[in-house]
């Protein structure tokens, strides 16, 4: 099957399905500069070891190193703009054929390009919770400032401020996981787009919506192994080929 008509068959699924809900991971940001965590090009992991700065024990021990570790990211957050990929989610949603963005990333880019409603299984970086008392602080100008001038974000109590990303070691956000498990046994057809689903459990996800019967499309640069359960498989950039979902689609009627 050509490019064309793939994206004419995905178009065709989403013109006919009644609930659709999108699932995006780190492929969905790349086009706009933010490297994937778990690509040993991104650079990230060069000087890093994740369990060693990235989990939950280490930031424990060490919240310092975990600092160091995600301030270039959190520069590159500050800076970055919601690419095609997310502004054509944000479109779907608006036409009314998109419910729901589950989503793997943390930068709050989908939101910035107008989707209502995301919800965001490995947390964000809005706010940030202290390790000691628990009190949750919105992560404004005054703590990024900080952060990115290589200081230790500290609560009143003289405890540590942990950003509300889930680290290795951390179960995800419970009540937002069943939201989305939800959504996925609800949908009849779940878009894959930008994810290669290695990480589990979220990547159960999309699984969960075929077994209950939803019909899928997956968009992502490489193959996965949930290729195999989707009714359409495009490997390319997300940037490029959802835009053209949009194009083709004409504005819901019901
Ligand atoms: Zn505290």
């Known amino acids: 099957m050509s490019l064309e008509e793939k994206i004419q068959r995905a178009v065709e699924l989403i013109r006919q399905s009644h609930y659709m809900v999108a699932f995006t991971g780190a492929g969905h940001s790349t086009a706009s500069g933010i490297p994937d965590f778990r690509s040993p090009e991104s650079g990230l992991w060069e000087k890093y070891n994740p369990m060693l700065v990235a989990s939950i024990w280490a930031f424990r021990l060490n919240p310092k190193t975990f600092y160091d570790w995600i301030r270039p990211m959190l520069g590159t957050m500050l800076t970055a703009t919601p690419n095609a990929a997310h502004i054509a989610l944000a479109q779907l949603e608006e036409m009314g054929y998109l419910k729901t963005v589950i989503t793997q990333n943390i930068d709050n880019l989908q939101q910035?390009?107008?989707?209502?409603?995301?919800?965001?299984?490995?947390?964000?970086?809005?706010?940030?919770?202290?390790?000691?008392?628990?009190?949750?602080?919105?992560?404004?100008?005054?703590?990024?400032?900080?952060?990115?001038?290589?200081?230790?974000?500290?609560?009143?109590?003289?405890?540590?401020?942990?950003?509300?990303?889930?680290?290795?070691?951390?179960?995800?956000?419970?009540?937002?996981?069943?939201?989305?498990?939800?959504?996925?046994?609800?949908?009849?057809?779940?878009?894959?787009?930008?994810?290669?689903?290695?990480?589990?459990?979220?990547?159960?996800?999309?699984?969960?919506?075929?077994?209950?019967?939803?019909?899928?499309?997956?968009?992502?640069?490489?193959?996965?192994?949930?290729?195999?359960?989707?009714?359409?498989?495009?490997?390319?950039?997300?940037?490029q080929v959802l835009p053209l979902f949009v194009q083709a689609l004409p504005p819901r009627e019901d």
């Not at 179960?171 to 878009?191: G, H, K, S, T, Y």
């Open 112 to 239: 910035r390009a107008g989707s209502r409603r995301v919800l965001e299984i490995h947390g964000h970086m809005r706010e940030a919770t202290c390790i000691r008392c628990y009190k949750v602080a919105p992560v404004d100008a005054t703590m990024e400032r900080l952060v990115l001038d290589g200081k230790v974000p500290h609560c009143d109590c003289g405890g540590v401020l942990k950003p509300n990303v889930i680290l290795f070691g951390e179960q995800l956000p419970i009540r937002v996981l069943n939201q989305a498990m939800e959504e996925a046994r609800r949908c009849d057809l779940m878009l894959v787009a930008g994810s290669s689903l290695e990480v589990m459990p979220a990547a159960e996800i999309p699984n969960l919506a075929v077994e209950n019967g939803a019909r899928a499309i997956i968009v992502n640069i490489l193959p996965t192994e949930f290729d195999s359960r989707a009714d359409v498989v495009i490997h390319d950039d997300v940037a």
